[in-house]
């Protein structure tokens, strides 16, 4: 099963607004990170967040994670057509090297 | 950051033929890539670990025999699907880790190959 899952899958919303995606995780964590794919591309690494963080920042994308929930946040704020993509949360856990995703939030950002 | 280069970036095969995937990198070593595979709207699954200089490791459910790996060098790994079936259609994507200090843990993709076998 995947570890990672995130809600909602769909998310359409209007440029200038505040986009928020939220990931659930089963296990225990070394970190998490998100991740974004435009349609047909790989991926391309977003933020990344340790099990003994709350909150990290980069440019207009918060990430917060609660531990105690298995569950991370993205927001991206005043979002941006050019933002369209989807979106997926990856976890890391004990000493194995995999990473593995969730089942990304697709989002698209009307200009 | 690290640059990952897979190529072909699209192919179309005859069923029953084989097909070889290529994943470099480009301004770093990697000692490990991984391979993944996903389907339309769906998350990626990992296929298998390719190790270089020694066998790959493929996670369950995965036939390597089907699916094999070769990692003879430090910046490049290479797919192999065999007598590809149209079940195997699909977007496969390669990965390795970041080398650089604070991009150990990130992982660098490939632009992916979209896979229709007819």
């Known amino acids: 099963s995947q570890q990672g899952e995130e809600d909602p899958q769909a998310l359409s919303i209007q440029e200038g607004e505040n986009a928020t995606m939220n990931c659930s995780y089963k296990t225990s964590i070394n970190n998490l990170q998100w991740y974004r794919q435009n349609s047909g591309r790989g991926l391309v690494h977003l933020i990344l967040?340790?099990?003994?963080?709350r909150e990290k920042h980069s440019g207009r994308l918060r990430v917060t994670l609660d531990t105690s929930k298995k569950s991370s946040s993205l927001l991206i704020t005043a979002s941006r057509a050019a933002d369209t993509a989807s979106y997926f949360c990856?976890?890391?856990?004990?000493?194995?090297?995999?990473?593995?995703f969730g089942i990304g939030t697709k989002l698209q950002v009307i200009p | 950051g690290a640059v990952v280069s897979q190529h072909p970036s699209r192919v179309i095969c005859k069923s029953g033929t084989s097909v070889k995937i290529e994943c470099r990198s480009l301004d770093f070593q990697a000692t490990t890539m991984f391979w993944y595979r996903q389907f339309p709207k769906q998350s990626l699954m990992l296929m298998a670990t390719s190790n270089e200089g020694s066998k790959a490791t493929y996670e369950q459910g995965v036939e390597k025999d089907k699916f094999l790996i070769n990692h003879a060098s430090l910046t490049l790994s290479t797919l192999t699907v065999t007598s590809a079936h149209p079940e195997d259609s699909s977007f496969y994507i390669c990965s390795a880790r970041g080398q650089e200090w604070g991009d150990s843990e990130k992982l660098f993709f490939g632009s992916g190959t979209q896979l229709s076998v007819l």
């Open positions: 967040i340790r099990s003994n963080e």
């Open positions: 990856a976890t890391r856990s004990g000493g194995y090297q995999k990473v593995t």
